[in-house]
C-alpha cells in the first residue's frame, strides 16, 4: 500500500515571516514554511502550570521528548520541550517558559513545524503530504487527470483528492497499490490505473 506520511517540523527562530505552501490535513489548513514539516498543533491549555493539548499529524510521536526543539507558528517561534506525555489520545507538552495558563493561552490554535533535515527516513513507497500534494496524475494510458490537491487519512489507507483540469471534478483515489503504480517526484508526476466505478463516465 502506497503511505503517505504528515509532514512535521522544528528549527530556528524567524523574526520575518517565512514563505510556504498550504496544506490541509485532517481539514485543518497550514502554511507550511519552506523547508520545514508540520507535525502538530496545539488544541488547547491543560491545567494551570502551561501544559498544552497537542494534536499530532505525524506519525512518528516518539519524536517529542524532553529537550528537543520545536518551532511554533509561521515565525517559527523556538521553544524547548520539558515534559510530553500522553493524554486522550494526544500529547501534553510543558515547554520552556510557559509557566502559566495565560502564557499557554497564547499557543491556541497554533501548529508546530520541525526542519525538513530532521524528519524520519521513511521506507519505500512512502512520502510525505506536501511531496504529494501538487503532483500531476495521470493514467497509465496517458489521460491527464488533474493535480493533487490535498491527501486525506482515512485510517484504512491515504486517499489523493485530485482536482480536474480547469474547472473539471475531484477525483477521490485510493492510496493503494491496486491504483497508484508510480510516484515519480522528479517528474512530479503519478501514474494511476483507475478502477471501475472511480468516476462516472
Not at 501534553?92 to 524528519?119: H, S, Y
Not at 496524475?137 to 491527464?144: K, L, S
Not at 490535498?150 to 482536482?163: H, R
Request: glycine share 8%; charged share 20%; hydrophobic share 40%.
Amino acid at each position: 500500500m502506497k503511505q503517505s506520511k504528515n509532514p512535521l517540523t522544528t528549527r530556528r527562530q524567524s523574526t520575518t515571516a517565512p514563505t510556504g505552501q498550504v496544506y490541509y490535513h485532517r481539514n485543518q489548513a497550514v502554511t507550511v514554511p519552506d523547508g520545514y514539516l508540520a507535525v502538530a498543533r496545539v488544541t488547547a491549555v491543560h491545567g494551570i502550570r502551561g501544559e498544552v493539548r497537542v494534536e499530532l499529524h505525524t506519525d512518528f510521536p516518539d519524536r517529542f521528548v524532553p529537550d528537543i526543539v520545536i518551532y511554533m507558528g509561521e515565525a517559527l517561534t523556538e521553544f524547548t520541550i520539558e515534559i510530553a506525555r500522553p493524554h486522550k489520545q494526544q500529547l501534553l507538552l510543558k515547554l520552556a517558559g510557559v509557566d502559566t495558563r495565560n502564557n499557554a493561552e497564547l499557543l491556541r490554535g497554533q501548529w508546530i513545524f520541525i526542519p525538513e533535515n530532521d524528519a524520519v527516513t521513511l521506507e519505500a513507497d512512502t512520502y510525505w503530504v506536501h511531496d504529494i500534494v501538487g503532483l500531476q496524475v495521470q493514467t497509465e494510458e496517458g489521460e491527464e487527470l488533474g493535480v493533487v490537491s490535498d491527501v486525506l487519512f482515512t485510517g484504512a489507507n491515504e486517499v489523493y483528492v485530485v482536482q480536474g483540469p480547469g474547472d473539471g471534478p475531484e477525483l477521490l483515489l485510493p492510496a493503494i497499490d491496486e491504483v497508484v503504480q508510480s510516484v515519480n517526484l522528479a517528474a512530479q508526476r503519478i501514474i494511476v490505473r483507475l478502477l471501475p466505478g472511480m468516476r462516472d463516465e
